[in-house]
């Protein structure tokens, strides 16, 4: 058959439509759909025959046969109406991992969201006048407390607490700022870009390693607005280095009426010292140091949703609240009943670090880890071209918090010469619960830091169904 006799032969919308099969794909989507299915499934067949390096043997005619159209049209549906966000299993030893949605949340805060979602809520409302209420006051008093700070605010994401405090205590003025603070996160949050969005000029003052307080000092004019520092969380400048002192720089700051800013990055509410992690600030040290407004994350160490949360002074949280941007930047119901459910845990840190994901895993000891690793290799069915091995290793924290800080765990390594690390990665990333692992020395990685005991019969199962296709 020739090129022409081939178009030729393509069924006509309305035999396709007479098919037993198009009624039932109406019957699921709708008509509408099911003519764009079709449209869009026999437009691709003519392109198929019209194109230059067409070859009439390698052309399968089947694919001209109604049913076989009918059954492409219902792929194409699926395709279109099936999620494309769907959870997934971290097996990449990252606990805080921005792609992967960064912090699980705690029972009771995922209730809480399904708890706003099927039911009205007291979101911006007065129980006691039944009048519309304040929509931030349910996690104010608990931000308060747990940070020691006059006043909180909370606002979409740590990228746009930043903004609106520049836009609202800096704006058309100077914000004087370290040159080894000028931090960029993730490729997308880069300070000096911020900063000018809100409106606010830099002043960058210090080299790369070293600032003295006096550098700050010599950079005030009439029309300085504030001076910023930022928590370097996603590296350290080691060996030669200086930095002004909090305190210092607050005291210098007041007398001349500067507000200081902190952007901290993650935020985290209680020294984790105790539970094996190393030395990193705490929020309420920035506010008793002093300063006006620090701002950190929602979904980083803290383990809530995510957000941005802005402490201080009473005085300067009020400019916020009053500020247009923040209409822009507001959170949703879903986001507050999480943080406020997430916060809640905190009364106590014991219960804290047992109940919130991202501090349990960070916090939990490598013989526990070990532990689900044994459990998952024991439902892995064994043969002799696979290799499966229990290694030490290290996993990371990520979210650009504790940059140096390794921590112990421990990985199934999987190795075949039937398969490549990299196809074995693809497939498992495939499958019906996508799982995200890593590779290294040629080996692939399930890394069980970041894998919840919940999971684990259902990872096995779809690493037994990937290595079962290659046998
Ligand atoms: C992560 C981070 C941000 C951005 O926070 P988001 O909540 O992702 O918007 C800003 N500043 C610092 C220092 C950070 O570590």
Redesign the pocket.
Known sequence: MGKQELLKSIPAVNDILAEKKSEKIKNEYSRNDLLEGIRYVTDKLRSKILADDFSQTNFDQDLLKTDNILDSVNNYLKNIYQPEMSSAINATGVVIH?NLG?SLLADSAAEAVNNVAKHYSTLEIDKDSGERGDRYSSVQNIIKKLTGAEAALVV???????TLVLAAIAEDKEVVISRGEL?E??GS?R?PE?MEQSGAKLVEVGSTNKVYLKDYLNAVTEETGAFLK?????YRIKGFTATVDAEELVNDAHQRDIPVIE????GIIFDLQSYGLPYEPTVKESIDAGIDLV??????LLGGP???IIVGKKKYIEKLEYHPLLRALRVDKFTLAALEATLKLYRNFDEAVDKIPTLKMLTETDLKVKKRAEKLLSYIDKNDKFILEIEKDTARIG???YPLTEIKTYVLTIESKLISSEKMAYKLRQTEMPIFSRIKNQKLIIDLKTVQESEIELLAGEINQVLREEL
């Not at 979409?156 to 930043?162: M, Y």
């Not at 930022?230 to 996603?234: A, D, G, M």
């Not at 701002?295 to 980083?300: E, I, L, Y």
């Open positions: 921005t960064r979409n994401n740590n990228a746009a607490a930043v931090v996160i993730g949050f300070v911020v930022v928590h370097t969380s996603n952007d901290l990055g993650s701002t950190f994350s929602g979904d980083k995510q957000a941005g979210g650009g918090s």
